[in-house]
């Protein structure tokens, strides 16, 4: 099942699944139940770096504090920063690993060896700086699976692996799942010095395959690599990025122009035209990973992020008492709107307020319980707005877009 969801013709996407081999209830997987605990600086390999010096790869591990599931999902997340800076704790994945483990989700945040090599970058070293890295995201995924055989001290499930990754990390999860075919290396890549397809990072032995991936911000070397059958992917990208390609361009280095690459709306065009499922959020009027720096493009990320996830580990969404809920209860249509959008709501309304996506209030509306209305948009530029609104006195919010 295809699932192509762009912003500015955005559909509801909240699945029902019958089964699922976690325990998904009290709102385990789609609400914060948990604290997070933080594990930090654990080795799961080593390898040689561009300098040539055997370097230890570390990572921090993010669990539930106090649950007692013996079997969970992981999700594994990559930084961003080029190839060249960026780490572990930085702000672009943090805010991802402590709310996925307050879901109860173990998530990891790894590094990987930086660097091209050389005065300045080029298409070869920055062709290896990108399978460098990919190696040390499948080492990361063989340590985990070892554990299991080792007292499964983090408690995962082997079979509910997840990858992802911000800018150069999102780079790292797209190669991972896709590049998976000895014959797709590009011949500019050093197999002898990284390795095969697996890489040399360390782990041998156990398997890297995962089971989605989550790209923000990211691009793949060549789309021919993915193909029928291959894993989900949720992709979401600004379409003013300037940094990393939306679609297909030449991507820029130190402002050294280095190769043509293909963005996340090119991956997700091959994905459908493949049939393979993914979800593509495109953020009109964006430049590069516009959540580091808005809390507004965080909850952006939530709202696509943890349905994509729920889906995967076959899981319905459960409300633990006392949480407001996101959804569609109100019955808001049409979703995408044009200059109108209407609601048919079973409790009635009391409040409406629509902002955009950095916060700015553009409407608000009391309403004297309403068990139906109309709210005009035709004042509004395209793009993509919360919605807030209260019902028998809950707060609760739906993501609408404005295409006129």
Aim: proline letters at 4%.
């Amino acid at each position: 099942m295809t699932k192509h969801f762009q912003l500015l013709c955005l559909g509801l996407f909240f699945s029902t699944v019958a089964f699922s081999q976690f325990d998904c209830q009290n709102g385990r997987f789609s609400y914060e139940i948990f604290n997070s605990t933080i594990t930090s600086d654990v080795t799961y390999g080593s390898a040689y770096n561009v300098n040539g010096q055997n370097q230890s790869l570390e990572l921090d591990i993010y669990q539930p504090q106090g649950d007692t599931a013996v079997a969970r999902p992981l999700l594994i997340m990559a930084h961003g920063g080029s190839f060249i800076g960026g780490s572990k704790t930085g702000t672009d994945v943090v805010f991802i690993c402590q709310k996925f483990a307050k879901m109860g989700y173990v998530v990891a945040s790894i590094e990987y060896r930086l660097g091209f090599g050389g005065f300045l970058p080029t298409e070869e070293s920055a062709t290896n700086a990108v399978y460098r890295a990919t190696g040390d995201m499948r080492a990361a995924v063989r340590f985990f699976r070892g554990t299991v055989e080792n007292g499964n001290p983090y408690k995962i499930d082997p079979d509910y692996i997840f990858a992802g990754g911000v800018s150069a990390g999102a780079f790292m999860a797209l190669h991972l799942a896709y590049l998976d075919e000895v014959n797709e290396i590009p011949p500019s890549v050093d197999t002898t010095a990284l390795g095969g397809i697996q890489g040399n990072s360390g782990n041998l032995g156990y398997s890297s395959e995962v089971r989605a991936i989550v790209n923000l911000c990211g691009a793949i070397g060549d789309t021919s690599w993915i193909n029928t059958g291959d894993i989900p992917c949720l992709s979401m990208h600004g379409t003013n990025d300037g940094t990393v390609p939306y679609g297909s361009d030449v991507i820029t280095v130190l402002f050294i122009p280095l190769m043509e690459i293909d963005g996340s709306e090119s991956v997700a065009r091959r994905m459908d035209n493949l049939g393979i499922e993914n979800t593509f959020v495109s953020w009109p009027n964006t430049d590069h990973v516009p959540f580091v720096s808005s809390l507004a493009y965080q909850d952006s990320v939530f709202q696509f992020m943890v349905p994509f996830l729920r889906d995967q580990i076959n899981c319905e969404e459960t409300q633990p008492s006392g949480f407001a809920s996101i959804g569609n209860e109100a019955g808001w249509f049409p979703n995408p709107a044009n200059d109108l959008i209407q609601f048919n709501a079973k409790n009635g309304i009391d409040f409406i307020q629509i902002s955009d996506l950095v916060g700015k209030v553009v409407l608000s509306e009391t309403r004297n319980a309403e068990l139906s209305g109309q709210i005009s948009l035709s004042h509004l530029p395209n793009g993509l707005y919360n919605l807030f609104y209260k019902e028998n006195g809950k707060q609760k919010r739906i993501l609408i877009a404005v295409a006129h």
